[in-house]
């Protein structure tokens, strides 16, 4: 497009229409190190104005400070912007490094009353189920966001990390707009169970970290040694150690495709996972996150690389030699319960 902005989806059948690539905003206040208020709030302008119209935070980033600090361009936005916010990752009082998984009815309640008012505004956009309680049942939890939504607090709900039953069971009680899920170059563990339900009910895949936390990027290649001591990935498996080594080793592959394209590695990683939507059939809308304007100008060019199926198949075959998990504890992943 000769203006640089990219395209628009719909998020599923029951969705809204939003830019084909969101914004992760998490970053903006919690889990990579210090980051400058000033470049990301030039960041998210930058996004707009490039045609990002999805934006994706949570109550938990920060204890509510990400949704605070989104609050004003969203309100100066409102009618331009779709918002994205999650619930279920509890934070104990006694103790503000801990999360507890909570999906109880007067939980979903409290916590959507929080995000509204954090947020100053009227209706959320799409609202998530975070992580799953699977000592909740998910139709008494899906059951209560639906009450939200009759009750014109949410429009559409989302999950993330949900098996392949849990969102058939989900969208039994109400349409589900999105589910999210961790999907890369490095993780693609959703490929064998939840892409073909999602395709079959009609719910759109939002991947996060598509650009595998940054490791994609080039931008670290040992998290122990090259990141500050409050970033959260030092604490995650495939960046340390010997597995931050072997992995390494694999952007070569990623590298070799760059160089043909004129293209980044993270545009590369970026382009892969947009294609998806093609080969799997269903909307595929990946929310990279960053906190600076080049970055984001980066990242959406990628929505107009196409890969040939030569360097698709190139690409397809490094998730098989990636070591480590993509966290320590897998139970609260849809791949630790399949």
Not at 156 to 179: F, K, M, Q, W
Not at 237 to 248: E, Q, V
Not at 272 to 279: D, E, F, G, P
């Amino acid at each position: 497009m000769t203006d640089g902005r990219i395209t628009t989806a719909k998020l599923g059948d029951n969705g809204a229409e939003v830019s084909v690539q969101g914004l992760g905003c998490m970053g903006m206040s919690f889990g990579y190190g210090p980051a400058d208020a000033d470049a990301s709030r030039a960041t998210l302008e930058r996004a707009l104005e490039l045609g990002v119209t999805f934006y994706d935070t949570a109550d938990a980033y920060g204890a509510g400070e990400n949704e605070r600090f989104l609050s004003p361009f969203f309100k100066a936005h409102r009618d331009e912007v779709v918002i994205a916010t999650k619930f279920a990752l509890s934070i104990p009082p006694d103790d503000p490094t801990r999360r507890v998984i909570r999906n109880d009815p007067p939980y979903i309640r409290q916590a959507v009353e929080e995000s509204l008012k954090r947020l100053d505004v009227d209706v959320i956009d799409l609202y998530y189920m975070h992580r799953r309680d699977v000592n909740v049942p998910i139709e008494e939890s899906v059951g209560t966001m639906a009450d939200l939504v009759r009750e014109g607090k949410v429009k559409h709900l989302g999950l993330s990390e949900v098996t392949a039953d849990e969102l058939r069971a989900a969208h039994a009680v109400h349409p589900i707009a999105a589910v999210q899920s961790e999907w890369s170059l490095f993780s693609r563990d959703i490929e064998k169970h939840v892409v073909p339900a999602a395709r079959d009910l009609g719910v759109a895949l939002v991947p996060y970290s598509p650009l595998g936390r940054g490791f994609l990027t080039g931008s670290f290649t040992d998290a122990e040694q090259d990141l500050t001591p409050d970033d959260f990935r030092r604490q995650q498996p495939r960046f340390t150690g010997d597995n931050a080594a072997t992995n390494a080793s694999l952007l070569e592959l990623i590298r070799s495709v760059a160089d043909s394209h004129g293209a980044s590695l993270g545009q590369i990683a970026l382009a892969w996972v947009q294609q998806q939507a093609t080969i799997h059939d269903l909307p595929v809308i990946p929310i990279p996150g960053t906190r600076k304007p080049s970055r984001v100008e980066e990242n959406t060019a990628a929505t107009r690389i196409v890969l040939t199926d030569e360097q698709l198949d190139l690409l397809n075959g490094i998730a098989a030699q990636v070591a480590g998990n993509r966290y320590a504890d897998m139970a609260f992943t849809s791949a630790g319960r399949e």
